[in-house]
T-cell receptor, first 113, second 115 residues
Framework: QQPVQSPQAVILREGEDAVINCSSSKALYSVHWYRQKHGEAPVFLMILLKGGEQKGHDKISASFNEKKQQSSLYLTASQLSYSGTYFCGTEIGNSGGYQKVTFGTGTKLQVIP | EAQVTQNPRYLITVTGKKLTVTCSQNMNHEYMSWYRQDPGLGLRQIYYSMNVEVTDKGDVPEGYKVSRKEKRNFPLILESPSPNQTSLYFC??????????????FGPGTRLTVT
């Protein structure tokens, strides 16, 4: 079941903050975040696991609310380089490493000077 | 340099003409996967492979075949392409350890147009 991302699109000025949300109707084992710049491949940002473990970049901040079955990605003091489409991917239950990650439709973020 | 490569990057073909998109990774990853990306639909998994000779269907496998004869290669085969397979295709790889979740490394993408 595909997670729901919000907002679908957002425009920021440099230095402003943004929050991207990802929610699921089912209990989650993990949430994955990727960023895709126009014309490029998705690039890994972070994995948040049930129980509080996180894997990923130190400069990226995200939260995982297991009870609410949702995750949020926090982009603070945005830079032009943050522009791109952000995807969350959700893993329902521990798929045993089989990467049964279902991706959302993405949030398009544009940072302007 | 650690990377996933795909070829070709762009392909225009006609309905019914068999084609293969190659994918190769140099990171010795066990897990490889194919996704298609369509506007408004995000990334959807087509097939995945946990190791050589071990493959399984993803969410949208109809009309596609894969094979995994070598650890580094995972080609995607369209035996009789149709216009609804026009899409942007990504190959991805990651380590595989049972019970562990890892990040995926994506290739640069192959833009396929079927007329």
């Amino acid at each position: 079941q595909q997670p729901v991302q919000s907002p679908q699109a957002v425009i920021l000025r440099e230095g402003e903050d943004a929050v991207i949300n990802c929610s699921s109707s089912k209990a989650l084992y993990s949430v994955h975040w990727y960023r895709q710049k126009h014309g490029e491949a998705p690039v890994f940002l972070m994995i948040l696991l049930k129980g509080g473990e996180q894997k990923g970049h130190d400069k990226i901040s995200a939260s995982f609310n297991e009870k609410k079955q949702q995750s949020s990605l926090y982009l603070t003091a945005s830079q032009l380089s943050y522009s791109g489409t952000y995807f969350c991917g959700t893993e329902i239950g521990n798929s045993g490493g089989y990467q049964k990650v279902t991706f959302g439709t993405g949030t398009k973020l544009q940072v302007i000077p | 340099e650690a990377q996933v490569t795909q070829n070709p990057r762009y392909l225009i073909t006609v309905t019914g003409k068999k084609l293969t998109v190659t994918c190769s990774q140099n990171m010795n990853h066990e897990y490889m996967s194919w996704y298609r990306q369509d506007p408004g639909l995000g990334l959807r998994q087509i097939y995945y492979s946990m190791n050589v000779e071990v493959t399984d269907k993803g969410d949208v496998p109809e009309g596609y075949k894969v094979s995994r004869k070598e650890k580094r290669n995972f080609p995607l085969i369209l035996e009789s392409p149709s216009p609804n397979q026009t899409s942007l295709y990504f190959c991805a790889s990651s380590p595989f350890t049972k019970g562990q979740t890892y990040e995926q490394y994506f290739g640069p993408g192959t833009r396929l147009t079927v007329t």
